[in-house]
């Protein structure tokens, strides 16, 4: 981990804590796009011993397991609190302030969120939920639904120059609102949604989305810029538009691809780039998911030009 780069201390109290610092067998990789809100630890060996307790952090950490833990055993507060075999998808949701601990004498693989206090009091307050007074998900069991997000946070990692902040900011988001709602015992169900953006949100809301096409823009900055909190923002953003910031922001950028296949004779790898698409596989993805055909047959049908050339890398025909 870079030091010169303000990282929360969490993060290099768990790996001093687990014995991961310096090790040649641990590989800890965070997530600067996200504000360091979530990581994978691995290890090609267990420990060889209890885990030191990570003392004095606040908040807590949802750890996700990537891979079959034989056995394991979990501490809190000096208690052992949970033991055993811990599958792909398991859970585990700990409050930092009581000390936690582990013992993991086999390879490990996991994905860990840190979640604040804070953040889970703004989607309570939005949604008028009781306030999180504890995380609470029975220890070493599968949860789908951190499972499925937890695949796009992992591709984020993997691929951190495809992935914009704004669709972390949509993930992380949706996450925080199903700990509040799944892992708070106090939790209601959500009401429904009442109102959407104002006229004068909508358009300021938009105007941002456009001149950041490429999404590296935080959703809580537009949420700001709208007078109001992300949760709030995103529900109310979700209710004018039918659909999330994220997927509009998508159909945004395809249908600004199809305003130039039509009126110029730039490739698709120049018109991606142009459209905020990491590259022509990307546009290539999203088109063909909301049009139903690639761009380049889209293309040709649409303005009945033939003039092509294969590119090898996708499978797909552009424009020279």
């Given amino acids: 981990m870079d030091h010169s780069i303000n990282i929360p201390t969490v993060w290099n109290g768990l790996a001093e804590a687990m014995y991961l610092k310096d090790s040649p067998t641990a590989n ?24 030191q307790p990570l003392v004095g952090e606040h908040g807590y950490i949802v750890v996700l397991q990537l891979k079959t833990i034989p056995f394991i055993e ?3 507060g000096g208690k052992r609190v949970s033991s055993g075999s811990y599958p792909v998808g398991a859970v585990s949701a700990i409050d930092l302030q009581n000390e936690p601990a582990c013992f993991l004498p086999n390879p490990f693989d996991a994905l ?9 009091d703004e989607i309570a307050y939005d949604h ?4 999180v007074e504890q995380l609470t998900w029975p220890h070493g069991t599968v949860d789908p639904v951190v499972h499925h997000l937890g695949q796009s946070l992992l591709s984020s990692l993997d691929h951190p120059t495809h ?8 993930v992380l988001h949706a996450l925080n609102c199903h700990f509040v709602c799944s892992y708070n015992t106090a939790a209601k169900s959500i009401p429904p949604l009442r109102g ?6 909508m358009r300021r809301a938009t105007e941002l989305l456009d001149t950041h096409i490429d999404g590296n823009i935080a959703l809580r900055e537009v949420a700001e810029a709208c007078d109001l909190s992300l949760g709030h923002f995103a529900r109310a953003f979700a209710k004018s538009f039918r659909k999330p910031p994220y997927r509009w922001l998508i159909e945004r950028r395809v249908e600004r691809a199809k305003h130039f296949m039509i009126h110029s004779q730039l490739s698709l790898a120049n ?3 142009l459209c905020g698409f990491a590259d022509q596989s990307a546009l290539t993805r999203s088109f ?7 761009p380049g047959i889209w293309r040709r049908r649409t303005t009945g030009d033939s003039r092509e050339s294969y590119n090898s890398n996708n499978g797909d025909h552009f424009y020279m």
């Fill in 196 to 201: 959407g953006l104002a006229p004068w949100q």
């Fill in 271 to 273: 018109i991606a780039t």
């Fill in 112 to 120: 860990v969120l840190y979640v604040m206090q804070a953040a889970l």
């Fill in 74 to 76: 979990q501490f809190l």
């Fill in 28 to 51: 800890v990789r965070l997530s600067e796009l996200a504000a360091f809100s979530f990581g994978r630890l691995q290890s090609s060996e267990g420990l060889a011993e209890i885990a």
């Fill in 288 to 294: 063909k998911r909301i049009q139903g055909m690639s």
């Fill in 128 to 131: 008028q939920l009781p306030r």
């Fill in 163 to 170: 992935t914009s902040k704004i669709f972390l900011d949509h």
